[in-house]
């Protein structure tokens, strides 16, 4: 079954940077687009960034130039490392395959709050 466990996330600053991670236990990690979601409190799920097999990344216009996301093949994680966090990006943040469909299932999130 798979599994997915995001951490990183906290309290910070505007202008601020965290990295997340996700330990995913996914047989198609290796093979499969992997990506970053948020969900904003009274908003629909959305997508943040994602990576290709290739290691080819993909954003948002809101991430772009800001979060970059990363893999490590060889421990299956996934990662962003957001910088300039802006007080918008308050928000639980979930990996996941793309679409998220193809692993049907969903981690607890990290909640990542950005405040003075």
């Known amino acids: 079954q798979a599994q997915l466990v995001e951490s990183g996330g906290g309290l910070v600053q505007p202008g601020g940077s965290l990295r997340l991670s996700c330990a995913a236990s996914?047989?198609?990690?290796?093979?499969?687009?992997m990506g970053w979601y948020r969900q904003i409190p009274g908003k629909q799920r959305e997508l943040v960034a994602s990576?290709?097999?290739?290691?080819?990344?993909n954003y948002a216009d809101f991430a772009e130039k800001r979060f970059t996301i990363s893999r490590d093949l060889a421990s299956d994680t996934l990662y962003l490392q957001m910088n300039d966090l802006k007080p918008e990006d308050t928000a639980v943040y979930y990996c996941?395959?793309?679409?998220?469909?193809?692993?049907?299932?969903w981690g607890q999130g990290t909640q990542v709050t950005v405040r003075s």
């Open positions: 996914i047989s198609s990690f290796r093979i499969g687009t």
């Open positions: 990576i290709t097999p290739a290691s080819s990344p």
């Open positions: 996941n395959t793309v679409p998220s469909s193809r692993s049907g299932t």
